[in-house]
């Protein structure tokens, strides 16, 4: 079937292009920070221990995590899939509306930042991480569903009847790769990691869910590229090997020792009701009192 005439920019403001990749940046961290927010004062998920921080505290690293995604993304991209910029075209490196972002350098990006954060405010990375992870999926399913639009990041071909043919990847229909992905690392992720903080209640085990998404992701990226069309500007890995795959396969590895190490650490005593409250009204106070 044809590509759908979509235009890759939603509006035009003057000289101001506003697109649909960007527009998917912005709705995944608003939308990703208001739900890690509900899930902070959701106590009935903090059985054992209370929110690694307040409210409050997440608003501020909302501005840490998005610098670590921006930052990340595009170097990653550079490092990994494009290097060769460096040298190049050095300047072309700044221009990130042109496109070109990697999940893994956005991810690195976002584990750099973190850390510091948590170092200045004195909290856990790993429950920090735990929270952080079971929002990432919402920004996994715009960013992809963007990645469609932009007709960009396309499959391999296939003679399957929901095949597109895509403008510039050629006369052949091609696997539409981006909603495979907006289906598995963006819908299904995040179902997985809902069942285990909301089901399950694994924030109060340390690293458990970012193991669960660390792993999950890690899968579910190895296996879609299989049908996801390498960058033409790619070297032939052996084996049939892709960059994609190299950087994820250390991600099941992690996620599989986070989830081990998380689920044999024993728990402490379950919170009283009361205990909870006053744990958080602690961290609120905490808060309040410290210098703007």
Not at 32 to 49: E, K, Q
Not at 53 to 58: I, S, Y
Not at 215 to 231: A, C, H, K, T
Request: hydrophobic content about 50%.
């Amino acid at each position: 079937m044809p590509f759908p005439n979509f235009d890759p920019v939603l509006v035009h403001i003057g000289p101001i292009a506003i697109r649909w990749y960007a527009l998917g940046y912005v709705a995944a961290i608003l939308l990703g920070w208001r739900y890690a927010v509900s899930m902070i004062r959701n106590r009935r998920l903090w059985l054992n221990r209370p929110p690694p921080l307040t409210a409050e505290k997440m608003d501020d690293f909302i501005l840490w995590a998005t610098l670590g995604v921006i930052v990340g993304g595009r170097l990653g991209h550079v490092f990994f899939y494009t290097p060769e910029l460096i040298w190049t075209d050095p300047v072309e490196i700044l221009k990130t509306w042109h496109g070109g972002m990697s999940f893994h350098g956005g991810a690195l990006g976002v584990l750099i930042s973190g850390l510091i954060f948590c170092r200045v405010n004195r909290i856990d990375p790993l429950r920090l991480g735990d929270l952080v992870v079971a929002v990432e999926p919402i920004g996994g399913f715009f960013v992809r569903i963007a990645n469609f639009i932009n007709g960009e990041l396309w499959g391999r071909p296939t003679h399957l009847p929901w095949g597109i043919v895509f403008p510039g990847a050629g006369p052949e229909p091609r696997h539409p790769s981006q909603l495979y992905e907006a289906a598995l690392e963006g819908l299904a992720l995040f179902l997985i990691l809902r069942w285990g903080t909301h089901g399950r209640k694994l924030l109060n085990r340390r690293g458990v869910v970012l193991g669960m998404f660390a792993m999950g992701y890690g899968l579910i990226r190895i296996s879609l590229e299989n049908v996801r069309e390498p960058d033409s500007y790619m070297p032939n890995f052996p084996f049939g090997l892709t960059m994609g795959m190299m950087l994820s396969a250390p991600m099941v590895l992690v996620g599989a020792w986070l989830i081990w190490r998380g689920l044999k650490e024993p728990l402490p005593p379950a919170l009283a009701d009361e205990e909870a409250h006053l744990a958080q009204d602690a961290q609120d106070t905490k808060t309040a009192d410290e210098p703007a």
